[in-house]
């Protein structure tokens, strides 16, 4: 019998030599905190995996792909490069139906076909900061985004897919809660602030001290407006491979 347990180690096998990181959950745990529009149309217990990038996927999958593919070619680099990743691991499931949403996908309306940050809290993968975890909250009316911090990387990574296998019941998996990693209420104040108003700086991603952060490299490309990140990139040269893509 095809078990979640036996999934994730593939998934994991596939991807963490990569610098990804793959935590499963149901689409139950997902759907059960949010309005229905956003709901994804599975049965509650689902089996759904959410796929970050940790600071070494630049290194590990992004420069070998940078050197096996023409700059030119290549619309959004690091969204293909994980396409690409997220394709080969899909192709190492060729029993399952596996349907791929990405963090940048949106339906006609414009609306999100997922919620990275939400997906990432309910599979215990990062804690999703939210201004109603400030309570009484010191911002008015004024809007205030939500931010994930990861308990080895702070802010350090982003959040990429989610997978679901919409032909596996796992009503087994237990839930795993997110670590508080910033329980105090200054500190929480301090990192949205951060986040909404100060985020090209980068502050919010120091929220704690973080295992791993992204190099001088990766901080100069992710600092670079998507429009001028080829450019950048051309400039760089051709990087070696330092792993086979
Ligand atoms: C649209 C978008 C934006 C928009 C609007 C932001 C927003 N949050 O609405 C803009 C352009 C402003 C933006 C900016 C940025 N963004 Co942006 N953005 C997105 C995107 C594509 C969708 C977010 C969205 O529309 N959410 C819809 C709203 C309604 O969701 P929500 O506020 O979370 O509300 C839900 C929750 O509250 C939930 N809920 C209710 N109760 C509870 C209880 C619990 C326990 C839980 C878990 C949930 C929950 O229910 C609500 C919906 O019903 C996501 C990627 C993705 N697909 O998720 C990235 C994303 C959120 N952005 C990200 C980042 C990093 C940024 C920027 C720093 C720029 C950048 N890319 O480097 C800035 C920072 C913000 C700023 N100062 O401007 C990261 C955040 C990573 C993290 N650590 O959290 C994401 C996840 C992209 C990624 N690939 O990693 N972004």
């Not at 019998?1 to 030599?17: D, F, Q, S, W, Y």
Request: proline share 9%; glycine share 6%; aromatic share 12%.
């Amino acid at each position: 019998m095809v078990t979640h347990v036996g999934i994730l180690e593939k998934l994991r096998g596939a991807l963490e030599p990569r610098g990804f990181e793959v935590h499963p959950f149901q689409v139950g745990w997902y759907n059960g905190v949010l309005e229905p529009v956003f709901h994804l149309t599975y049965p509650p217990d689902t089996l759904a995996f959410v796929v970050l990038s940790a600071p070494s996927m630049f290194e590990k999958s992004f420069k070998p792909f940078l050197a096996q593919h023409e700059l030119q070619s290549l619309r959004d680099p690091i969204d293909q490069c994980v396409a690409h990743h997220m394709t080969l691991a899909k192709e190492r499931f060729p029993l399952h139906n596996i349907e791929v949403l990405y963090d940048y996908e949106l339906h006609p309306n414009r609306r999100p076909k997922v919620l990275m940050q939400t997906a990432a809290h309910v599979s215990g993968a990062a804690y999703y900061y939210m201004r109603k975890d400030v309570e009484p909250d010191p911002w008015g009316k004024r809007k205030m985004y939500g931010v994930c911090i990861h308990p080895r990387f702070g802010g350090w990574f982003a959040i990429r897919a989610v997978l679901v296998f919409a032909d596996v019941r796992a009503a087994g998996l237990e839930q795993t809660l997110p670590i508080d990693c910033v329980p105090g209420r200054e500190e929480r104040i301090r990192l949205l602030e951060n986040f909404n108003y100060n985020w090209r700086d980068g502050k919010y991603r120091d929220a704690l001290p973080a295992e791993e952060k992204y190099s001088t490299e990766q901080t100069l490309y992710f600092a670079t407006p998507p429009a001028e990140r080829l450019k950048l990139l051309k400039l760089w040269g051709q990087i070696p491979p330092t792993a086979p893509c």
